[in-house]
């Protein structure tokens, strides 16, 4: 659409999706808030690394961005109180800090537990804001935002979606050490021993290179022959459409 193709097609081939998502964000904001609650319940030290929470008090300040250290959280902006509220509904919720436990029972890497957070909530706050824009819009006017930077936000947010994904993946993962069952299981006593775990890592990736290329050759083929048909595609037809049906005189 950014290219021009506005037709009726490519209309309703981002209509679907955009309502699909201005639907299901806020329920996966929701989920995502009930999830966070519950790892302050049940894994505090990991809610800890999250937040950058040294000490166990009420009253804590939630940060957006800044770098984690041991008296505190240098560079961020600060929120009185609100990681208490977000906790427990009140800034007099004490929230567990890591000083809870032993060093060696803490997460690594707070620093990027704490900004892989930020991002992953930001971008859904983003992706909201983005389908109010939508839905702003159409209430009035029936139609998706005309806008370039509405079009440009929305490919952008194809990309925003797969990095925080990987946000959730990197909280999940690295969060959990050094646990694999969270004060049951340390990831040490976890670890495989089985031979050949290099040869099946190398044949995936393998596999998945080759089926990438395949994939962007196909779709890059697919776009050539599209714009070579270009004249067709603009009065509503298109390389791959199906066939018009022949009239009984053998005309179409």
């Not at 957070?117 to 706050?125: E, L, R, S, T, Y």
């Not at 040869?199 to 070579?228: D, H, I, S």
């Given at each position: 659409?950014?290219?021009?193709r506005?037709d009726?097609?490519?209309?309703?081939g981002?209509?679907i999706p955009l309502?699909?998502?201005?639907?299901?964000?806020?329920?996966q904001?929701?989920?995502?808030?009930v999830?966070?609650?519950?790892?302050?319940e049940d894994q505090?030290?990991k809610?800890?690394a999250?937040e950058?929470?040294?000490e166990t008090h009420t009253?804590v300040t939630?940060y957006?961005?800044?770098r984690?250290?041991?008296?505190g959280?240098?560079g961020?902006i600060?929120?009185?109180?609100?990681?208490?509220?977000?906790?427990?509904?009140?800034?007099?919720?004490e929230?567990?800090g890591?000083?809870?436990?032993?060093?060696?029972?803490?997460?690594p890497?707070?620093?990027?537990?704490?900004?892989?957070?930020d991002?992953?909530v930001g971008?859904?706050?983003?992706l909201i804001?983005l389908?109010?824009?939508?839905?702003?819009v159409?209430?009035?006017?029936?139609?998706?935002?005309?806008?370039?930077?509405?079009l440009r936000?929305?490919?952008?947010?194809?990309?925003?979606?797969?990095?925080?994904?990987?946000c959730?993946?990197?909280?999940?993962?690295?969060?959990?050490?050094?646990?694999?069952?969270?004060e049951v299981?340390?990831?040490?006593e976890a670890?495989?021993g089985a031979?050949?775990?290099?040869?099946?890592?190398g044949?995936?990736?393998v596999?998945?290179?080759?089926?990438?290329?395949?994939?962007?050759?196909?779709?890059r083929?697919?776009?050539?022959r599209?714009?070579?048909?270009g004249?067709?595609?603009?009065?509503?037809?298109?390389?791959?459409?199906?066939?018009p049906?022949?009239a009984?005189g053998?005309e179409?």
């Amino acid at each position: 659409m950014l290219r021009g193709r506005r037709d009726r097609r490519h209309r309703l081939g981002l209509l679907i999706p955009l309502t699909v998502a201005l639907i299901l964000t806020p329920v996966q904001f929701f989920v995502g808030d009930v999830a966070a609650r519950s790892v302050a319940e049940d894994q505090p030290v990991k809610f800890a690394a999250m937040e950058c929470v040294q000490e166990t008090h009420t009253h804590v300040t939630e940060y957006l961005g800044g770098r984690c250290t041991d008296e505190g959280v240098k560079g961020g902006i600060g929120i009185p109180n609100l990681d208490s509220w977000l906790v427990g509904f009140s800034a007099d919720t004490e929230v567990v800090g890591l000083d809870s436990v032993p060093p060696e029972d803490r997460p690594p890497a707070n620093t990027m537990l704490h900004l892989a957070f930020d991002a992953m909530v930001g971008i859904c706050c983003a992706l909201i804001a983005l389908g109010l824009w939508f839905a702003f819009v159409w209430w009035r006017r029936r139609d998706i935002p005309g806008t370039k930077w509405f079009l440009r936000a929305v490919a952008i947010s194809g990309i925003a979606v797969g990095v925080a994904i990987e946000c959730g993946w990197i909280i999940t993962e690295v969060g959990r050490q050094p646990w694999i069952v969270y004060e049951v299981m340390r990831t040490e006593e976890a670890v495989t021993g089985a031979s050949g775990i290099w040869f099946t890592l190398g044949a995936v990736v393998v596999l998945y290179a080759a089926l990438g290329t395949a994939t962007v050759l196909v779709l890059r083929a697919m776009a050539r022959r599209w714009r070579e048909a270009g004249s067709a595609a603009e009065e509503g037809g298109g390389p791959y459409e199906p066939a018009p049906p022949v009239a009984a005189g053998g005309e179409r």
